[in-house]
């Protein structure tokens, strides 16, 4: 029989019933130590920005602001609980129990659910933004975009806990050994998870973005002709166009950071994780501290809302009135 070295385990008590800690190094090091708190930190101070500029200046109560609120609210869930619990579950034994666990997986699942909810009603505000622009204002209210978030968090929960049921009745029934943290989903809920969470929005996403651009590309010629024309009806066009590109780019990105997550979730249907594993969910984790950075890129609101609460000028009487945009 295999002697063990007690250091090696998480419970070094209890012998044979003990996992043995981590062997996986992608979280180890200076990556681990370093990079990944240093991007959990960021992630969540940046989200908090969009979340607290959103929330106090009335110019940016907008229908497609509340949805970037709701993207930040996720993303920051991401920087403040996801990040550093993975760099825990993976660097380490987990030592936090089996429901601990279960609600980790339930939150995390919960936040991806949602961070694509968010995007696909992203995609379908610039949609009718740019296709039917004349009835933008009377389709898209603030109301019905406060109850699609809801009910885009809500039915994310609902799911969650169907997917998840099993293990909330029976936590670490599948856990081989102290120390582990294992979830199963069975293939059917599996399957719908993959349908629902990724194979549905991402054609969602795909085909009302491919008409945007293909009606952004005929408006572009109209603008350019009116601009030749000296015409005053190019600033509200150049606007919806432009907020289309930058929200364009938002989609883009977010795709490239969470497919990956999604095909090798499909493909690779092993409970364990591996270097591979973790390299994706770091990737799509890391999309929760790129957002921000597009909006200070793309929107001069988010730089101005940054200069008046970095300044605490948000403070002072009547600041929720002043106008960012």
């Keep these: 029989m295999e002697s063990v070295n007690l250091s090696e385990l998480c419970f070094p008590q209890l012998a044979n019933l003990s996992c043995k800690k981590s062997s996986l190094s992608f979280s180890g090091g200076v990556f681990g130590t370093f990079v990944l708190p240093f991007i959990s930190i960021i992630t969540v101070l940046l989200n908090l920005i969009v979340i607290v500029a959103i929330s ?26 996801m990040i550093p619990a993975q760099i825990y579950s993976t660097a380490s034994c987990w030592l936090l129990g089996d429901i601990v666990c279960v609600l980790f997986m339930l939150i995390m699942v919960l936040v991806t659910a949602a961070s694509v909810g968010n995007v696909v009603l992203i995609s379908a505000d610039r949609y009718v933004a740019i296709c039917d622009p004349l009835r933008y204002n009377v389709r898209i209210t603030v109301k019905r975009i406060q109850l ?30 102290y120390g582990e943290c294992v979830i199963s989903v069975d293939i059917d809920s599996g399957i719908i998870d993959v349908i629902l969470s990724f194979i549905l929005p991402l054609s969602i996403i795909v085909t009302l973005y491919s008409r945007v651009f293909v009606v952004a590309l ?12 000296g015409t005053a009806q190019t600033g509200v066009k150049k606007s919806e166009l432009k907020a289309a590109r930058t929200l364009g780019v938002l989609v883009l990105v977010f795709l490239a950071c969470f497919c990956p997550y999604f095909i090798d979730s499909f493909v690779n249907n092993s409970k364990k994780m591996s270097q591979h594993k ?15 950075l597009l909006y200070a890129f793309f929107f001069p609101w988010f730089r101005r809302a940054v200069q008046l609460i970095v300044t605490l000028r948000i403070l002072r009487p009547g600041s929720r009135e002043v106008k960012v945009m």
């Design 278 to 292: 973790i390299f994706v969910l770091h990737l799509f984790f890391f999309n929760s501290c790129v957002n921000p």
């Design 148 to 177: 699609c978030v809801c009910l885009c968090w809500l039915s994310s929960l609902l799911c969650c806990c169907i997917i998840f049921n099993d293990n909330l009745t029976h936590p670490g029934k599948l856990n081989s050994c």
């Design 56 to 81: 106090h200046f009335r110019q940016l109560h907008t229908p497609t602001n509340l949805l970037l609120l709701s993207l930040a609210i996720a993303d920051a869930i991401v920087g403040l609980l």
């Design 218 to 229: 005929s408006q572009a010629r109209a603008v350019r002709f009116h601009v030749k024309r």
